[in-house]
């Protein structure tokens, strides 16, 4: 066991193994219920399904049988405990809702733990490819067992960058003006639909960067230690430390297009 983890009586290898289970069966039941689901609008172009819904209900379960006094909170409608316990569970059971309406299959199941502030156990499953990203803290990061490692570009004009933009988000947000400051830098922008595979790729190396400034604790938390254990770099967009409770993250390789994004956004 590393020096890294907590002096806590759970170990790394039964909490991820947990998520893994939580994450698989979240993954399944949104196979399941592709083509017959319903979809209501939270907001305007915000969307959710049964799918989303079920999917948690199975990954808290699971999880909550196995850790009854953590925490958890989950993006639909998992309101935050305050158990004494340090650790919180952080948990989207459905990250690219609107690919998963569409049938565009770019999506995944997003479980991260952290004690305290500190991000220790992060999971990202993408049921399409059967892809299984995992991290503990201080052990490196995963795809299906194999170890992964950000891209090696050093130059923006050779980098594949990626931004989250808001959902219905209007020509005049800053978000839209940070894309097109940042675009005629770099080789391609893209802009997926999914947070949670983003940053899984940065930490894989098939992204060279990824920003957002509308993120939600549970799109980025599992992938925020991705990147960091596979030797990449998370900060917010002017590089102050990153936190999951802040909706402002620029990840990349950890090479110098981390500072020349940081001057473009
Ligand atoms: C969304 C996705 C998307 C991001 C949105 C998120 P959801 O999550 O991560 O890439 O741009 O801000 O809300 O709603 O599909 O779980
Ligand atoms: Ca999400
Ligand atoms: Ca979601």
Redesign the pocket.
């Known amino acids: 066991m590393t020096t890294l983890w907590p002096d806590s009586d759970v170990s790394p290898d039964e909490m991820l193994q947990v998520a893994i289970d939580a994450a698989r069966e979240g993954g399944a039941i949104l196979k399941d219920w592709a083509g017959r689901f319903t979809i209501t609008e939270k907001s305007r172009a ?1 969307l959710v399904t049964e799918a989303d819904f079920a999917s948690q209900h199975a990954i808290h379960a699971r999880i909550h049988r196995r850790f009854p006094t953590q925490n958890f909170v989950g ?1 639909e409608g998992l309101a935050e405990t305050n158990s004494d316990s340090p650790w919180r569970w952080v948990i ?1 059971p ?5 690919n998963y309406v569409h049938g565009f299959p770019y ?1 995944a199941v997003n479980i991260a733990a952290e004690y305290g502030k500190e991000l220790m156990i992060a999971v990202t499953y993408d049921p399409n490819r059967d892809e299984l990203f995992t991290a503990v803290k201080g052990r490196g990061a995963f795809v299906n067992g194999q170890p992964i490692r950000p891209t090696l570009v050093t130059d923006l004009q050779d980098a594949m960058v990626v931004a ?4 219905a988000c209007r020509p005049e947000h800053y978000a839209v003006k940070q894309l097109l400051n940042v675009m005629p830098h770099v080789q391609t922008v893209q802009r ?5 595979l ?1 940053l899984a790729y940065v930490a894989a190396g098939r992204m060279d960067a990824f920003w ?1 400034g ?3 604790p549970w ?1 980025m938390a599992a992938g925020i230690l991705l990147v960091q254990e596979a030797g990449g770099r998370v900060t917010r967009m002017k590089g102050e430390p990153i936190d999951i409770e802040i909706p402002d993250l620029l990840s990349s390789n950890g090479s110098p297009i981390h500072d020349a994004l940081q001057q473009l956004l």
Do not use: F, I, M
């Open positions: 915000n993006e989207d459905l990250d690219g809702t609107s999506y989250s933009l808001p959902v997926t639909g999914s947070a949670a983003n957002s509308s993120l939600k799109d």
